[in-house]
C-alpha cells in the first residue's frame, strides 16, 4: 500500500511539474518581443510555392512545392542571434494545432482524399522545420529527414557531443529500432521542443524519446 501510495505522489508531482513547465513556457511566449512577429501578416500575403494556386488541384504526392521567402533584416539595435532565434521560435508558434500530413506547404489540401488522416492542410516533421527557417528567415533549405539531418545539403553544423543547445537548433531522432534518424524537432529550452508529430504542431516536453533516442544536433544560427 505504501509503494502505490509512493507511486502515485511521484506521478502526481511529475504532473504538476509538467504543468508548471508549460506555463513557464506560454509565460515566455507572453514576453514575446513585438519586433519578431511584426511582418507576418506581409509574409502571409506571399505566395507559399512557386507552383501556382489555380493549379493546386491537380497536384498529387506531397503537394506543391515551397518557394523562397525573401531574407529577413534584423531590427536596428538588436542581437543578431539572439533576434533570430527568437523568431524561429516565434514562426513556430504560430503553427501550433497544424495538422501533421507530408505536405511541403502549409496550406495545400489535397484534392479528393478521403482519408481523414491525409486530407487536409499540415506539415510533418522535417518540412515544418524547413518551412520555419524559410518563412522565418527566408533561409531554404532541403525538406528530406534524411537530408536534412547530415551529408552535403545538411543545413547549419552538427554540434559536437556535450554541447549545450540553444533555442533554434534542430534536433535529431532516432527510429525506434536506432536504425536511422527519422524525426526533426526545434529547440526551445532545456524542458522544451516543438515539432509536428502525430496530432501536429505543438509544444511537447523535451522528455522519453526525444531524449532517449536523440542522434544529434544542428545549429543554424550562430
Known sequence: MKRVAATVLIALRAIVLGVSAAARCAEGADKEDPSVVADFAARDALPQSTDPVSAWPTLKGWGPHAAAYPVVAVPSGQDPVAWKRARVIAVARKYLGLPYRHHHVPDWEPSGEADPHKAGKGLDCSNFSAWVYNYGLGLKFTSDIAQQADGATAPGRKLSAGEAFAPGDL?????????????????IDEGHIIDSHAEGVAVRPFVGWYTSHLSHARRLLE
Not at 525506434?176 to 526545434?186: A, N, P
Open 171 to 187: 534536433l535529431f531522432i532516432l527510429k525506434g529500432d536506432r536504425t536511422c534518424v527519422s524525426h526533426v524537432v526545434i529547440y
